[in-house]
């Protein structure tokens, strides 16, 4: 009978994987030289070394698959908790009889969408007032009140009569 | 006397230094004047007053009593992600106070922390709506036709697309870093935002807007090294020198006062610009119209940071061969993202070179510094939205 896999053992695997992968990268980037360097600033050039290494070491792990996948399953983790938790609160508002974060965003986006239709009439108001101010006052004047005498006309059931 | 010969040829360690224990008690007793120089952190340098409001932004105008000498009046737009005051820092660390002392009219837009309200704000409201009354109420001010734009980063990308739309009204373009092509570069932002790991969607439904974890996390990941080991080692080997930690405690400030971003906003930059590339197709919509880049004629002068880890020069370049414009040029600076605003070098070797080359393409103002009084006919109206918004 084979023993169940332990865990501890796995993680620990994991675990001496990944720093031996890393000590195998430093010393590749030349962080164990053969000779110590001269100079004064043996440390901080030591220190350089490591940190450069280090840098290359973390932007390639950042951009390999497997931290894009823990990336993800962080990001959903994140999503699910923040849907529980307002999913709790939305019902415990509920329960209370306040309104609830969905019901402020809803009127939000309606007051949201008042003011544009406000705003895009009085703009065109604003256009209109701008043409008509540049000289295009005759030909906008004539078309509504020739508008209003046709209205008329039919309400009447009166035929034109030429001029 | 005999010599002790070793049998082979061991390397020998370096010598163990000595600690530096007096250094480590100088910096002990340098904490008290560094949590003073704490306490005396300021947002922005330049003195200003706020010229304009509409919802949550603020225009910032810088001393609007000097005497000016060139017009049009220059305009700052920043990102939506962070607040503006980087190109304010410090005295000695100021894009703004170049401008400023070179003798321009120069704005600068704040835009505020959106909140549940704001989220689905969109592009075309940030453009057309609040960027084009801006420009509208600063020409009002000013008296001038056209103003001078100047975009950093996100914001320069969304001065792109207002010129592209209202070139009427732009003078001059400079943008700072902007990104424009989103074709993969390499960086870690592109392989980030690949949407089989991650999806814009679940994040704006589920958050409503951007939260700025979300984005300071994205930030410092970018250089993690850098940010969270090397910084702070740096910090300690200098935390002596009074100037240092002033301009260390100041960034530091700005690198931890993110904002969220406008949640239909950020879905739109993630799927236009990352996922599509729709900038560059002229393909990006705003409001009914799309964005050519290819109706922008004004003089234009893009300045890249060689060194830039968010936005690689790559993403850059290309907008001098997209725009129509006859001047048009372009610089790529050895800095990083935001050295590009604030390093020594670059407010000393770049900046007076970018005023200079704003002011051969001003006006310049007889020495009285008064402009043209606003014109009697409607044309600083024209355009212009309903005001909803209130002045001062």
Redesign the interface.
Known sequence: MSSPPNPTASMADVFTRFWGDFAANMSSAGLMP????AGGD??KQ??RIF?DA??KY??DM??SPQF??M??TS??NA?AM??QL?GFLTNAMRAAGAPT?ED??ET??RL?SLERRI?DR??A??DRV?AM??GGARTLARKPAAAARGAARRATGKRRTKR | MSTFTPPFNWPMPPAIPMPDIAGFFERIAAMPKIAQIAQRVRKGATPHEVSYRDDKLRVLRYRPDDPKTYRPPLLMVFALVNRPYILDLLPGKSVVSHFVDCGFDVYMVDWGEPDAGDRNLRGEDYIDRYLHDIVNHIREMSGQDRISLMGYCMGGTLCAMYTALHQEMIRNLILMTAPIDFTPQNNLLSYWADPRYFDVDAIVDTFGNAPPWLLQMSFLLLRPVQNLVEKYITFYEKMTDEKFVEEFLAMETWINDNIPLAGETYREWVKNGYHGNKLVKGEWMIGRRFVDLSDITCPVLNLMARDDHLVPCGQSTGFNDLVSSADRQSIVFPSGHIGLAVSGKAQRDLWPKVCDWLAERSEKLAPSGRGKSPPKNSRARRGRSPARATKG
Do not use: F, G, H, T
Request: aromatic share 0%; charged share 30%.
């Open positions: 053969q000779q110590p360097p043996a440390m030591m220190q940190l280090m840098s973390v932007d950042l951009r894009l996948e990336l993800k990001m959903n999503i923040k849907r307002d974060q402020a965003a939000i986006e949201n705003v009085l703009k108001l604003n701008d101010e540049s």
